[in-house]
C-alpha cells in the first residue's frame, strides 16, 4: 500500500541533489498542576496524594521544504495538498507526496514520493502559453474527469470521449491514454467547471489546461504527470471538503 494511515514522520523526497529538511516537534512539560497533600491533608488542587496533569505544548508540524512564502499560500481551511517538488528550475523531473493536515498535530505525509514528470523545461513564475514550463504556486483541485470512468473520487468528474490525447510527446513516446484520468489544476480557469473548459480569466497568453494527468513516460506541455495506478489513488484520495491544492514548483521556488 503506497498511502499510509495514521501518524507519520516527514518524508524526505528521493530526488537526487535534495538536501532538504523538515521542522517540527515537541515543546518542553509544564510543571505539574498540582503537589501531593502532607499527612494525607488534600493539596492545593483539592486532590490528596495526587499529581496534576501534565500539559505538554506541541508545534504543529509544517509540510517539509516549504519556506514561509509558499506557506502563507496555503489556506488554513486546506487539509489536503499534493505537494510536487522539481529536482530543479530547468528539469521536468519531480516527486509527489501527498499531505494531510491532522487537527491539533499538523502536516503529516500519507504517501511515499511518487515520481512524476512537469514541463520539458521546467518550472516558471510567470507562465505564458507554450512556454513548456509549468506555473509555480499553490493552486485549488477542484474537478475530475477523464475518458476512463471514475475510478471512485469525490470530486465531480467528467467522463468524455473528448479527453483524448493523439500524437507523441517530446521524446517520441506515444500520449495514448495520458487523459484516461485528470484532475484539473486551478491555474488560469473557471473552478467548479469541466477539465474541457477552455476559459481563460487571465487571457490565452498566460496559457491553461494544467491538469495532473497519466505519465506517457516523457516530459510535459506543463501539466504534472503520475503513473496510472497513483493518478487512481489520488482521485480516491481527493476529498473536496478538504479543500485539496497542489503546491508545485522547483526545491528552490517553493523554499521561499
Known amino acids: 500500500m503506497s498511502l499510509r494511515t495514521g501518524l507519520f514522520p516527514a518524508v524526505a523526497l528521493a530526488v537526487a541533489g535534495l538536501l532538504l529538511t523538515g521542522c517540527a516537534g515537541a515543546g518542553g512539560e509544564a510543571a505539574p498542576g498540582a503537589a501531593q497533600g502532607s499527612g494525607g491533608a488534600a ?7 495526587h499529581l496534576g496533569p501534565q500539559a505538554q505544548m506541541v508545534r504543529s508540524q509544517e509540510i517539509p521544504f516549504l519556506g514561509p512564502q509558499t506557506r502563507a499560500r496555503i489556506s488554513k481551511t486546506t487539509q489536503q495538498a499534493v505537494v510536487v517538488v522539481g529536482e530543479g528550475p530547468d528539469s521536468n523531473q519531480s516527486a509527489a507526496t501527498l499531505y494531510e493536515r491532522i487537527p491539533g498535530l499538523g502536516w503529516k505525509a500519507v504517501s511515499d514520493p511518487w515520481p512524476a514528470h512537469n514541463g520539458l523545461r521546467g518550472w516558471t513564475d510567470d507562465h505564458e502559453a507554450a512556454d513548456h514550463r509549468s506555473p509555480i504556486g499553490v493552486f ?6 477523464g475518458k476512463l470512468p471514475d475510478p471512485g473520487t469525490r470530486l465531480p468528474y467528467d467522463q468524455e470521449a473528448a479527453f483524448d490525447a493523439p500524437g507523441t510527446g517530446f521524446e517520441g513516446e506515444p500520449l495514448r491514454g495520458s487523459f484516461d484520468h485528470v484532475v484539473a489544476i486551478n491555474y488560469n480557469r473557471e473552478p467548479g467547471t469541466t477539465p474541457l473548459d477552455w476559459t481563460r480569466p487571465l487571457g490565452d497568453e498566460k496559457g491553461g489546461g494544467i491538469w495532473i494527468h497519466v505519465d506517457h513516460g516523457g516530459p510535459t506541455q506543463g501539466c504534472v504527470a503520475l503513473k496510472l495506478d497513483r493518478m487512481k489513488e489520488l482521485l480516491v484520495w481527493l476529498d473536496p471538503a478538504k479543500r485539496p491544492v497542489v503546491v508545485m514548483g522547483d526545491a528552490a521556488a517553493l523554499r521561499r
Open 43 to 49: 493539596a492545593s488542587s483539592g486532590f490528596a496524594g
Open 140 to 145: 485549488g483541485l477542484t474537478d475530475a474527469g
